[in-house]
């Protein structure tokens, strides 16, 4: 049973350039969640999604935000026009819906630094 | 706005000490509750769950669930080097009990040989 996986661990880019990140959750997890997190802070959730529909997108995340999950499988979170703020981990996570336990499993993350 | 809180840090312990961290979370419609355990440079992984009041053990790690009090915690038994590193404690804050965690931001315990 493998694990969630991000790709890639590490992105360095000019502020004002386009960054995409790609998750593959756990198999048989129908649940996908992207989050971020600072340093000395928790993860801070971005959006999630059952199967291909996104259910849910924090009200602070900007429109330069976008995240898809087309066949239910694999999502990607793209940033456009980076900014220096948005330095971050960018975490993913995937969970199974409809069951008796609600756990969610992360990925590695991906490590951003807007210079 | 609904958050999750946990006691400063850091904390630190001499090794086969039990090691107590404390969370209380805002919402009382929260059902499910989460610790993780985060590494230096590393993502959250998650060490116990926990759904119902009362307590729930696992190996050397015992999490306590109190809804009346809005409090969780998690006790870790003999601690070990190995147990330093960052405990999240994340909340499930929707009645459904299965969508986005709101996450403390974390203690730091350190165990000393």
């Known amino acids: 049973d493998t694990g969630v996986s991000q790709d890639p661990r590490h992105k360095i880019t000019k502020r004002g350039q386009n960054v995409t990140f790609r998750c593959d959750p756990i198999s048989e997890h129908n649940r996908l969640y992207w989050y971020r997190q600072t340093l000395g802070q928790g993860p801070e959730f971005l959006t999630y999604f059952q199967n291909e529909a996104q259910l849910e997108k924090s009200r602070l995340l900007s429109d330069r935000f976008s995240a898809e999950r087309p066949k239910g499988s694999f999502s990607t979170l793209e940033i456009q026009r980076t900014e220096q703020g948005d330095s971050a981990m960018y975490l993913c996570?995937?969970?199974?819906?409809?069951?008796?336990?609600?756990?969610?499993?992360f990925g590695p993350g991906t490590r951003l630094t807007v210079t | 706005q609904k958050e999750v809180e946990q006691n400063s840090g850091p904390l630190s312990v001499p090794e086969g000490a039990i090691a107590s961290l404390n969370c209380t979370y805002s919402d009382r419609v929260s059902q499910s509750f989460f610790w993780y355990r985060q590494y230096s440079g590393k993502s959250p992984e998650l060490i116990m769950s926990?759904?119902?009041?009362g307590d729930k053990e696992d190996g050397r790690f015992t999490a306590q669930l109190n809804k009346a009090s809005q409090y969780v915690s998690l006790l870790i038994r003999d601690s070990q080097p190995s147990d330093s590193a960052t405990y999240l404690c994340?909340?499930?804050?929707?009645?459904?009990?299965?969508?986005?965690?709101?996450f403390g931001k974390g203690i730091t315990l350190s165990v000393r040989p």
């Open positions: 994340a909340v499930n804050m929707a009645a459904g009990a299965n969508s986005k965690l709101t």
């Open positions: 996570a995937s969970s199974v819906s409809g069951g008796l336990t609600y756990e969610q499993y």
């Open positions: 926990i759904y119902s009041n």
